[in-house]
T-cell receptor, first 111, second 111 residues
């Protein structure tokens, strides 16, 4: 039972490049989340998906898009990366109204 | 702006002592409160959540909530060096999926 799996674990992008962060969970959860964590700022919600086919913006959605491909997978796309998007990104899932299980994180650096 | 405030620490306690971690929140509409533990370089783990005023105990952990004072705390009894981590407090508005996180308190348990 892998829980929540994120890929990649590390990534370096040049400004303006695009990339997709992948997230998959094997717990049959309806809710999935994308957070970013910056030093001294705690976790901030980027996007949320309550179920397959639905997504909602969180606190900091600008510069990101998401896709809830199916119940298992929830991807986060950066269309044109900026240095301000340098952060650690966490995917999470739950069957309740709050994130219960987190992936191991993706450390992204935009240069 | 809804805020959750925590002292960044580090809070240093000797092994076997009680560690007391505190959190205040600004939005009186917040209904549910959560504590996550995050080891350095790792993802957050949900420890406890509390909805009602008073205390909630789970093993060595006790969460305390005082809605009148807008104050949440986490007590860790018989602290162990393995408890050394950053503890994140979070608040959830009723009918909302948007969890607001504090920036975390770093706890150091000295052997």
């Amino acid at each position: 039972n892998a829980g929540v799996t994120q890929t990649p674990k590390f990534q370096v992008l040049k400004t303006g490049q695009s990339m997709t962060l992948q997230c998959a969970q094997d717990m049959n959860h309806n809710s999935m989340y994308w957070y970013r964590q910056d030093p001294g700022m705690g976790l901030r919600l980027i996007y949320y998906s309550a179920s397959e086919g639905t997504t909602d913006k969180g606190e900091v959605p600008n510069g990101y898009n998401v896709s809830r491909l199916n119940k298992r997978e929830f991807s986060l796309r950066l269309e044109s990366a900026a240095p301000s998007q340098t952060s650690v990104y966490f995917c999470a899932s739950s069957e309740t109204g709050f994130p219960a299980f987190f992936g191991q994180g993706t450390r992204l650096t935009v240069v | 702006q809804k805020e959750v405030e925590q002292n960044s620490g580090p809070l240093s306690v000797p092994e076997g002592a009680i560690a007391s971690l505190n959190c205040t929140y600004s939005d009186r509409g917040s209904q549910s409160f959560f504590w996550y533990r995050q080891y350095s370089g790792k993802s957050p783990e949900l420890i406890m959540f509390i909805y009602s005023n008073g205390d909630k105990e789970d093993g060595r952990f006790t969460a305390q909530l005082n809605k009148a004072s807008q104050y949440v705390s986490l007590l860790i009894r018989d602290s162990q060096p393995s408890d050394s981590a950053t503890y994140l407090c979070a608040a959830l508005m009723d009918s909302s999926y948007k969890l607001i996180f504090g920036s975390g308190t770093r706890l150091l348990v000295r052997p």
